[in-house]
């Protein structure tokens, strides 16, 4: 769990566009009186972020040395594998959780940025 105390890290690269969406997704959440209201919109911004930073630290690499069209499309459909079983996971699990919870997700994401 992230701390105030600096530690080492590791983090990855994602759009303006991606930044802006987060940021506006958990305003809306730590707005609301009621965080369950927000719950869906968190669940694909949570599986949008975990795409994101899983081509970050996984495909992108293989670019980088590059790897072969065929290493680099099985890893890619690896991923959407991973992701296919994960993503309905991910919001059924957010989808779940009650206004406490939903609040300390947003701001351990915010911890994150």
Excluded: W
Excluded at 17 to 35: F, I, Q
Excluded at 40 to 52: K, M, P, Q
Excluded at 94 to 109: A, E, N, V
């Amino acid at each position: 769990m992230p701390t105030t105390t600096p530690k080492p890290c590791i983090r990855f690269v994602h759009s303006r566009k991606l930044r802006t969406h987060t940021l506006k997704v958990l305003d809306a959440l730590e707005r609301d009186e009621d965080a369950t209201e927000h719950a869906e919109a968190l669940g694909d911004l949570v599986v949008e972020l975990t795409e994101t930073g899983m081509t970050y630290f996984f495909l992108a690499p293989l670019e980088l040395v590059k790897m072969g069209f065929v290493v680099r499309q099985s890893a890619s459909l690896g991923l959407s594998g991973v992701q296919s079983v994960m993503s309905p996971m991910t919001r059924n699990i957010l989808g779940r959780m009650d206004d406490g919870q939903l609040r300390k997700i947003s701001r351990f994401i915010r911890t994150l940025m």
